[in-house]
């Protein structure tokens, strides 16, 4: 039996990089996944991959009217939700190295991260607990980050923004629990993955390997981590295996939290 066998889930961010890879493991293990992004031609080639076990919805994560949408056609077409991992979320870096630090970061900028990563992670809880509560059970996983644990001085509104992920993480999971629902919420936090968010910082050639040893320089295992190590601990929450997992935080980060490694 699949360890995912018969459930039904939604995945935002899908089109690529962690997104991609939870909702391929997903499928793989049983589930039908709901491919969702703002990026159409990336989400609807990766569901084609998929075939019958998954399907694509254009979801801009910061709109409520799309949440709405999105999670009637769930309800209506399966019947259920069962599974909802908030994954999408911006740097603040996509069109540019502009300044993020708390001195000189735009309160524009600032609020385009939170909208962003806060506010669609709000949304999607809001509207799966929602959907769930008719089954009274489920799974949502939230994506926040090393740098919701820990202050990144030269990205403050990324890591405002993860940090209050971890919060709100707690809060929904609570908040389930004393509504006597078995909905579960827990928070995956990775800390230097390889995706495609990281390319307006690697840069090309020479440059880039430099950049790639120095972003990891103070990481034990001395390497970045893979989308598909952030997805087995997905499958882990969105699985019966978990069911007595709430307000938890899991941290994927090759054991940097942990201290430094020592070396002769």
Known sequence: MKRLAGKVALV?????GIGEAIARAFAEQGAFVYLTDINDGLGQRVAAELGAAGDYLHLDVREEADWEKVVERVIRQHRQLDVLVNNAGITGFENGLRPQ???HADLEDWRAVHHTNLDGVFLGCKYAIRAM???GCGSIINISSRS???GIPGAAAYASSKAAIRNHTKTVALYCAEQGLTIRCNSIHPAAVLTPMWEPMLGEGDERELRMAEFVSDTPLRRFGRPEEVAAVAVLLASDEASYMTGSELNIDGGILAGSAARP
Not at 12 to 16: D, K, P, V
């Open 12 to 16: 935002t961010g899908a089109a690529r």
């Open 133 to 135: 509560r008719a089954k």
């Open 148 to 150: 919701g644990l820990v």
């Open 101 to 103: 630090d708390p001195e």
